[in-house]
């Protein structure tokens, strides 16, 4: 895949996990017209798209920085750790409810404005 499609898919999916709104719309509700849940934005994130691969060997290769290295960084690991103590099968609630949620909102949202800047190479 190449750079600038790849970043793109992984910013929409970092938007996802930023946007309350679109969670309890779309996660929560049903409400299309996307369909999505936690558990298909992590497949997306980590299996579709190798946001950990990017971030942790070829983040130099697709054009990225230390600033954006660091903000992507920080969310992975806040969602990481938020994912330790979610159910195999989580609904929605089981994510949402959560007080820890709102964290890994917090730094999806940092991550997806890092990413404002970034410029394909």
């Known amino acids: 895949m190449e750079n600038n499609i790849r970043l793109s898919k992984i910013r929409c999916?970092?938007?996802?996990?930023?946007?309350r709104e679109f969670q309890e719309r779309v996660w929560l509700n049903g409400l299309g017209p996307e369909v999505s849940s936690y558990e298909e934005a992590m497949c997306k994130l980590f299996d579709d798209?190798?946001?950990?691969?990017?971030?942790?060997?070829?983040?130099r290769r697709v054009g990225l920085n230390?600033?954006?290295?660091?903000?992507?960084?920080?969310?992975?690991?806040?969602?990481?750790?938020?994912d330790k103590d979610i159910p195999e099968t989580p609904?929605?609630?089981?994510?949402?409810?959560r007080a820890a949620w709102a964290d890994v909102c917090?730094?999806?949202l940092k991550a997806e404005q890092a990413l404002g800047d970034y410029t394909v190479v």
């Open 49 to 59: 798209y190798g946001f950990a691969r990017l971030i942790d060997v070829e983040w």
């Open 91 to 97: 609904k929605p609630g089981d994510v949402l409810g």
């Open 13 to 19: 999916v970092i938007k996802e996990f930023s946007s």
């Open 66 to 82: 230390e600033p954006h290295l660091v903000k992507l960084r920080e969310f992975r690991d806040k969602l990481l750790e938020f």
């Open 106 to 108: 917090e730094y999806a």
